[in-house]
């Protein structure tokens, strides 16, 4: 790997010539951005629910079997409150904004924490793929409209008891056919793509094609393996195919690359990705980055 200042000179030349810039976004990101899921921000936040039910961090929290609707909400109001509702807008996104305002953008992300709208991106720029937490649902997709979550989850919150249980008058229930509601999370078949998702995801892949044979600047940050067919393997396989297209990862420990070799994919280390490199520049178009994605931003923002 080239030293970190090239790479960041070159990451600065590439978006400079640049008509395009996608930037796709996992988890990594928002936990770079200080929204950790674990730790001691998850101790601070959920020291009851760690106690009651031995609980370790907010990713497998979200996976507890709760006995109760009253529990479960007990869990998932804090959780939302927590990382989005009671969240503000970050540094670090706040920077992204400002690295690519000027040009010709677009986002794509897994996340759900709605925080490249509340950091500047406009909503029409950003395809949120798996949902978002200020949103309920029918649980039984009954019906595709999305309802904002943000006043009922507050009561919801200001209601958890010494037991950790909402009050039973504020389960939330679908208006139309009475089931239960959700949050609009992406977890099961009944996952609500609504009207606006259709248009995001429209939106996102005119983008893709208009930039096509233009110069374009991938930027993925935190994208890992629950995921990977969602952004990573998809914009792996972009950059691959268009040759004026840069490819720049920022993920701490997973740089490695899925590549077609014979016919069947292969995750590439890094080391020796310059050795599979036989049909094009790939290598050169390709900017592994295992570094704090902040202080690089700051870098590239000077
Ligand atoms: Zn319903």
């Not at 978006?15 to 001691?40: F, H, M, N, P, V």
């Not at 540094?91 to 904004?97: A, I, N, P, T, W």
């Not at 609500?192 to 991938?218: C, G, I, P």
């Not at 950059?239 to 590439?268: C, G, I, M, P, Q």
Request: charged share 30%.
């Amino acid at each position: 790997m080239k030293s970190l200042s090239e790479r960041i000179e070159e990451i600065r030349e590439r978006i400079c010539d640049a008509d395009y810039i996608i930037i796709g976004a996992g988890a990594g990101l928002s936990t770079a951005a200080g929204i950790d899921y674990g730790g001691e921000r998850f101790k601070k936040y959920f020291s009851d629910y760690i106690e009651k039910y031995d609980m370790t961090d907010m990713y497998t929290a979200g996976f507890y079997p709760f006995k109760t609707e009253e529990e479960k909400w007990g869990y998932w109001s804090k959780h939302i409150y927590t990382n989005c509702i009671d969240m503000g807008s970050t540094r670090l996104y706040e920077k992204l904004y400002e690295l690519v305002k000027d040009k010709k953008y677009f986002v794509i992300t897994t996340n759900v924490d709605y925080q490249f709208m509340k950091s500047g991106f406009p909503s029409h720029k950003v395809f949120a793929t798996q949902g978002s937490y200020n949103y309920f649902q029918c649980s039984k997709a009954c019906h595709s409209e999305l309802y904002d979550n943000t006043e009922i989850i507050k009561k919801m919150v200001d209601s958890i008891d010494d037991d950790l249980r909402i009050s039973t008058d504020l389960i939330p229930y679908c208006p139309r056919c009475g089931e239960l509601m959700d949050t609009n999370l992406r977890k099961d078949n009944y996952f609500v793509e609504d009207t606006r998702w259709h248009m995001q995801n429209n939106a996102y892949k005119s983008f893709v094609n208009e930039a096509r044979n233009h110069k374009t600047v991938l930027l993925e940050f935190g994208i890992g393996f629950n995921t990977p067919a969602i952004i990573r393997f998809p914009f792996e396989s972009l950059t691959f195919n268009n040759l004026d297209w840069t490819l720049v990862r920022f993920n701490r420990s997973r740089l490695e690359v899925a590549l077609e070799y014979h016919k069947t994919y292969r995750l590439v280390p890094l080391e020796i990705l310059e050795e599979y490199d036989v049909s094009n520049n790939f290598v050169e178009r390709y900017i592994p980055v295992s570094e704090d994605i902040e202080s690089v931003v700051d870098e590239l923002l000077k």
